[in-house]
C-alpha cells in the first residue's frame, strides 16, 4: 500500500490511510494485516547459508488514520483524507496584543490585528 488500503462487505468500507508505504495483505475474509517494520528472523537451517536476516531495529513512528462508513462516503472521503494526511496543516501560536488595525495585504485588502510589528489577517 502507497497510501490507502480498504476492505469492504456489501454495506460497509473499512478505510487505512498511511503517509508513508507499508506491506499490506488480507489473510482471511474481514481481516487486514499491516507490515508497519521490516524484522524478519528466520533460523532455520537452509537460511544461514543465504543469509536472509533482516533485522532492521531501529525504531518506526507511523501515523495511520482509519475510516469506517458505507462504500459511497468512504470512496470520496478516503481520496481526501488521504492528500490530508499526506499535506497536515502547521498550525503556529503566537500570544497577540488583540489590538485591531486596516491594512492592505499584498493580494487583497483585509482586516488583520496587529501587535506593532505584523500584522495577521483574521482568517488565522
Do not use: Y
Amino acid at each position: 500500500m502507497t497510501q490507502s488500503a480498504f476492505i469492504q462487505d456489501r454495506q460497509s468500507r473499512l478505510v487505512l490511510l498511511s503517509e508513508q508505504a507499508h506491506g499490506v495483505s488480507s489473510q482471511g475474509n474481514g481481516q487486514m494485516e499491516v507490515m508497519l517494520h521490516r524484522r524478519l528472523l528466520i533460523k532455520q537451517q537452509w537460511a544461514l547459508s543465504i543469509n536472509v536476516t533482516l533485522n532492521d531495529t531501529s525504531v518506526a513512528h507511523s501515523v495511520l488514520w482509519l475510516l469506517l462508513g458505507p462504500s459511497t462516503l468512504t470512496r470520496d472521503l478516503g481520496q481526501r483524507s488521504g492528500v490530508l494526511l499526506q499535506h497536515r496543516p502547521v498550525v503556529l501560536i503566537r500570544e497577540l496584543s488583540g489590538k485591531r488595525a486596516a491594512f492592505q495585504c499584498s493580494c487583497h485588502p483585509c482586516v488583520g490585528v496587529s501587535d506593532g510589528n505584523e500584522l495577521v489577517p483574521p482568517e488565522v
